[in-house]
């Protein structure tokens, strides 16, 4: 009897250890799988045509994400830039993308291009101010934006800052080109030194990586705005500023050049989590050296500049300006934030 009860205890104990056991596996899979969950992030990054900063930006943006935040993957796509990633985030098609503060406050607000008002963009980080480049060949007989009349001239890819720009300030000064093209910086690169198009224009960092390009082959004339234009100019874009690309930028350039400027904004969607966004701009400013080798335009992407952002800020990103100290205006916190 006492062997029999004996064979029964540890045949009931060997039950309960293999239940504790089953449950532990069970619990421990479980928590793997919400882990799993909780760090796979595919997201899209929408930049700009093939050449300009934005995709210069975005490459090297999404490899340092890639590398420094598990499980959150950043694949970039080339699109018409600012107007086309507002809009493909609005649609649901883009997590992120790269913008300037004068489209992307116009296109929050409702105003200016926008014909309804983008309520699904939020700022992340600021990236770096951009200036309008207004470029022709030293041998092409044009010095300033008033030859650009009677000329063959590309403004830039449909959607970008560089075609508004260039249309808009075609416009506000009167200026009739024969033909104006929407062409991505690089097409309208080669075509320059073709001889298709006369002259450009391109929104993009100092220096810009395509102009550097076209000054291993060719004389570049690079073209300023006088005082009276800029004046005008800016009566008409109160978005834009007056910004100054410094003697010597360019191997070809003799003087100080007097243009428009633009701050540049890294937006995502609302739909993103909190800390999503939060783990995104926290590795950005933590890997601000890592940028810097992207492009030197990138000393400018620190947290102080977040007051040039003319949209609302993601609660994510305003949840790590707090924790390092930096004030969000009250204009840029969000309804969800308050």
Known sequence: MKKTMSKLFLLMMMFVLVLAGCSE?????????????????????GTSSQGGTYYVWGGGWADIIGKNLPGTDVAVEVTGGPTSNIQLIQSGDMDLGFVTAWLGGEAYNGTGWATEKFDKIRSIFPMYASFLHMYSL????????????GVNVSTGAPGSTSAEAGNGLLEVLGIKPSRVSALPTNTAVDNLRDGTIDAGF?????PGPFMLDLETTHGVQHIGLTEAEM????????????????????????EDLFVPSFWN?????????EDLVYNLVKTTFEQHEALLAVDPSAKEAIAENAKYSTIPYHPGAIKYYKEIGIEIPDNLIPPEAK
């Open 231 to 254: 004046k005008e100019v800016i009566a008409k874009y109160p978005y834009w500023s007056e910004g100054v690309v410094a003697k010597g930028t360019y191997k070809h350039q003799e």
């Open 25 to 45: 596996g069970s619990s421990t899979t479980s928590e793997g799988e919400d882990e799993k969950k909780q760090e796979n992030h595919k997201l899209l990054l």
């Open 138 to 149: 030293k041998d092409s007989g044009i010095t300033g934006i008033g030859d650009f009349a």
């Open 265 to 273: 904004i890294a937006i995502a969607s609302s739909d993103l989590s």
């Open 202 to 206: 391109a929104v993009t960092g100092v």
